[in-house]
């Protein structure tokens, strides 16, 4: 096979694989994660054997897809580090992510522990320098630990799932009120 042809292929596969990922998340943020994946194909406009080359379970492209957010988190806590309510944008973010990607928690439980673990370590890692900056800016409650962060996440994430479809958007909005109540010293 001509190396140009080779270098196509790749091209394409790395494309087709950044179209699945960016509709899995439409497609989760709709229907949730037991979306079906005929769906995610079809918006991504690629065949499902394509989508399987690339994804073999449901659970791999939520992993994959989850995997990116923390790369974001990552991102986003290194562009708020020179603010004093950085904290607060990143919780926000997550929370909007949560949002997006409902039921994944749900579907991840299953997955590789040491490698969620891995991905909460890193997670816990962007928050860390944010949560102490803020601390110091009065911004955060002098008792609130980057344990309280992250156990804010699956308390939002089981609320938004408790929710039917037509509640779920004020829960959410309830739930992101309370918690900033619990642990910031600002709305």
């Known amino acids: 096979m001509p190396e140009d042809l080779q270098r196509t292929m790749r091209r394409d596969a790395v494309q087709n694989r950044e179209r699945l990922?960016?509709?899995?998340?439409?497609?989760?943020?709709?229907?949730?994660?037991?979306?079906?994946?005929?769906?995610?194909?079809?918006?991504?406009?690629?065949?499902?054997?394509?989508?399987y080359r690339h994804f073999a379970t449901r659970e791999q492209l939520a992993a994959t897809v989850f995997e990116e957010n923390v790369t974001l988190i990552e991102k986003r806590s290194a562009e708020l580090?020179?603010?004093?309510?950085?904290?607060?944008?990143?919780?926000?973010?997550?929370?909007?992510?949560?949002?997006?990607n409902r039921g994944f928690a749900r579907l991840l439980s299953a997955t590789d522990l040491t490698w969620l673990t891995a991905l909460s370590e890193r997670t816990i890692a962007a928050f860390a320098p944010l949560l102490e900056r803020g601390r110091a800016a009065g911004i955060v409650h002098p008792e609130t630990g980057v344990s309280d962060v992250m156990l804010a996440f699956p308390m939002a994430e089981g609320a938004m799932a408790d929710s039917d479809m037509a509640g779920r958007e004020?829960?959410?909005?309830?739930?992101?009120?309370?918690?900033?109540?619990?642990?910031?010293?600002?709305?």
């Open 21 to 51: 990922l960016v509709a899995a998340r439409q497609v989760f943020a709709e229907q949730g994660a037991d979306a079906a994946l005929e769906e995610v194909a079809r918006l991504a406009e690629v065949s499902r054997t394509t989508l």
């Open 81 to 100: 580090l020179d603010t004093d309510d950085g904290i607060v944008t990143l919780f926000d973010y997550v929370l909007d992510q949560q949002r997006q």
């Open 170 to 187: 004020s829960a959410a909005d309830g739930v992101r009120a309370m918690l900033h109540r619990a642990l910031f010293t600002r709305s």
